[in-house]
Structures are given as C-alpha cells and as structure tokens.
C-alpha cells in the first residue's frame, strides 16, 4: 500500500510538471522598440585647416552668421556653429592637419527622441553607446558608424540647449539659401548602406543616376519622416583631396539660382563654373570652400526631365526621366 502511493504520488508530481495549471498564461515577448520619427538633415561637420579662411567663406561668401562656439573640455577652440536656420547648421572643426585628410567629421540627422532611436538601433544590432547623456550643447546625441565606416549622429534638440536658446536669431538676410535639402559622401557598396539607411533607419528612394544613362553614380535616399535626403556618391576608387571635397558635400537650396550666383560674385568670389542644369535637372552653383568641400547651391525643383530614373519629389509628384540617348 505505501508503494503504491508513493508511486502515485510521484505520477501526480510528473503530470504537475507537464501540464500547466488553468491560470497559466505563457510570459510575453518584449515589445520591438518603435522607430521614432528621423525628421531631417540636423548638421554636417567639417574639418578646417584655416579657421580665418573658413569663416570668410561660410560667413561672408555664404552669408551665414558664425552663432555660437564650444570649447573643448582642456581648453581651446572645439567647434564653431555656422547657422543656416532654427535645426540646421555647419559644424566646423579646426584642425585639420593634412591636405590627404578626409574633410568630412561627421554628418548628423535630426530625431525627436534619441534615447527611443538608441533603444530601437540595438535591438537591431548596431552598436551604440551604452547610455545617453546631454552633450557640451546641452542636447541628446548619439553617433554611430554606418557600413562605410563614416560617423552618422542622431540628434535631438532640448529645452535649455545652447540652439534653442538661440532660436530665431542668427538667420540674415545674406544668406544665399535656407535651408540644408542634402547632405552627400562615398559610398563603395551600395547594398551594405542600404541594409544600414533604407531597411533599418528607413530612409527610401527618391531618385537615382548617373553621369551616364546606364551607369548609377549618385542614389538620393530620402528620410523617413521629412523632405531632406543624403546622397550615395557611388563608383569613387583611391579620390585626391579635391575629388574627396567633391564626394563629401552638401546642398543649400536657393529659390533663384540666378540670385545665389549674383550674390556670391558680388560678394568676391567666383565659383571655378558657372551656373549649371544638373543630371536631376535642377540648377546648381558648385562652390569650394577653402578647403576643397563642394558646397551646393541648388535649386528645389527640376526645370527639365531628369536622367535615368523618376524623380520623386512628394505624395503624388513624381517627375519622369528623359528619353534615354540613342
């Protein structure tokens, strides 16, 4: 009798342990992190071998107002903020030590929630920093590196920061353009940078071509939750200085090329070409800076078909390319 109920009872203890009670609900995955919105291009930086120099060109020939500086924490000049509007700027850093060195610092996108876009870029496996903390500016970033290995920051502007404390000033009327619509660098395998900006972060097509029909040298990949883009520079093997400025640029879109143009010549500066219809067909102004980087004055609409591919430009607005050469 006693084995007997030992045996039961080691029945009921096995069937216990195999068979979940009628409250049992199995424990729930974690929620994915949602992508929060990435609104547009935020700044891009730049090295600079002659600060004097640079300031003559971004603050005089561009017409932009030199806003604010940081220090480093050891002392001395860390950056200066050239102000295009309320959320855009050109970050430039003094120091750039060899004509061979690349000019591009970084290029940053704009995020209403960075600790949320950290959260979210984990869980898909970019490594990020461990915690975020308000920078030296007062806002919340964070950088990381995309498959080419250029530094990609997020930001997210705060109350008490350094620029919202200057929101709604700095902006003359001088300046050439309001605005940053792209910001552009090499790019060497396209699939991998898309992995990175189309499927995790969500940037998507607007517009491909090239300097012929059939070959793709440039890819604009909108972000997601705005109207400005960064541009692939595709094809680029072992560039010198001044083709690398080339690549790794930006764009300032103007309302009237014509005006852009009169404004830099009157201002001293001649541009090493004159206006021109690009392959997208729209007007644009190349510009160098001291340094080689090409700055874009470039207008926001095609004035003609462009190459190669449709060109999205909003809901519903899609320009078709030109007839293709014999």
């Not at 067909?281 to 190459?307: H, S």
């Amino acid at each position: 009798m006693r084995k007997t109920l030992i045996l039961l009872a080691v029945a009921i203890f096995l069937a216990a342990m195999h068979l979940p009670t009628r409250n049992h609900t199995p424990a729930a995955e974690p929620a994915a992190v949602k992508r929060p919105p990435i609104v547009g291009v935020a700044h891009i930086g730049l090295f600079v071998s002659d600060l004097k120099r640079s300031r003559e060109f971004y603050g005089h020939v561009l017409g932009l107002a030199d806003a604010f500086s940081l220090d480093k924490p050891t002392g001395g000049l860390m950056l200066t903020y050239f102000k295009v509007n309320d959320h855009q700027y050109i970050e430039l850093f003094p120091g750039l030590k060899s004509p061979t060195q690349d000019r591009l610092s970084h290029i940053a996108f704009e995020t209403t929630d960075a600790r949320q876009l950290r959260d979210y870029l984990a869980g898909r496996g970019v490594q990020v920093p461990a915690e975020l903390r308000p920078g030296r500016d007062g806002n919340l970033s964070f950088m990381v590196k995309d498959p080419d290995g250029h530094d990609v920051e997020f930001v997210q502007y705060m109350p008490g920061s350094i620029l919202e404390k200057d929101w709604g000033k700095h902006m003359p009327a001088t300046r050439i353009g309001k605005r940053i619509i792209h910001v552009g660098f090499t790019v060497r395998d396209r699939a991998a940078a898309d992995k990175f900006y189309k499927d995790i972060l969500g940037f998507h097509l607007i517009w491909q071509g090239g300097m012929k029909d059939a070959v793709t040298d440039w890819v604009d990949m909108q972000v997601p939750d705005g109207t400005d883009w960064l541009e692939y520079m595709l094809n680029v093997r072992n560039p010198s200085p001044r083709t690398l400025g080339v690549m790794n640029h930006f764009a300032i879109g103007v309302q009237n090329h014509e005006a852009a143009y009169k404004a830099v010549l009157e201002r001293g500066y001649k541009p090493p070409e004159p206006p021109k219809i690009g392959r997208d067909g729209k007007w644009q102004i190349n510009l160098y800076d001291p340094d080689l980087t090409r700055a874009e004055a470039m207008e926001f609409r095609p004035v003609r078909p462009p190459c190669c591919s449709p060109m999205i430009l909003g809901p519903g607005d899609v320009i078709q390319p030109a007839p293709s050469k014999p």
